[in-house]
Nanobody, 126 residues
Framework: VQLQASGGGLVQPGGSLRLSCAAS????????IGWFRQTPGKERDGISC????????FYDDSVKGRFTVNKDNAKNTVYLQMNNLIPEDTAVYYC????????????????????WGQGTLVTVSS
């Protein structure tokens, strides 16, 4: 499966962005999709996930209540709606997929994901 992430940009604190992760080559119905972000010199952190086996969603505490992940099966696309953005959300955001089941405690482990998109930059600044 090939992934294309888009939707990043410059936004003021308190603003919103919606990231998209469009897939080709395979249906996302059978893949768990994770969203990760990375800043220079730091590890890639898991921020959200929607699991294929049961549709359950997961969020890192840093984004819980502000970010929402959902999937449009008809468009084979996953979205990450980001509201009330803060400067600490500035990062390159990546989407990734994995066909195998991922257990609850491991959803944010980037080493478990097989396919990665190219990343999209989100900058939160006034």
């Amino acid at each position: 499966v090939q992934l294309q992430a888009s939707g990043g940009g410059l936004v003021q604190p308190g603003g919103s962005l919606r990231l998209s992760c469009a897939a080709s080559g395979s249906s996302l119905n059978y893949n768990t999709i994770g969203w990760f972000r990375q800043t220079p010199g730091k590890e890639r952190d898991g921020i959200s996930c929607i699991r294929a086996s049961d549709g359950r969603t997961f969020y890192d505490d840093s984004v819980k209540g502000r970010f929402t992940v959902n999937k449009d099966n008809a468009k084979n696309t996953v979205y990450l709606q980001m509201n009330n953005l803060i400067p600490e959300d500035t990062a390159v955001y990546y989407c990734a997929t994995e066909a195998r089941h991922i257990i609850n405690s491991q959803w944010g482990n980037p080493s478990l994901y097989t396919n990665w998109g190219q990343g999209t930059l989100v900058t939160v600044s006034s």
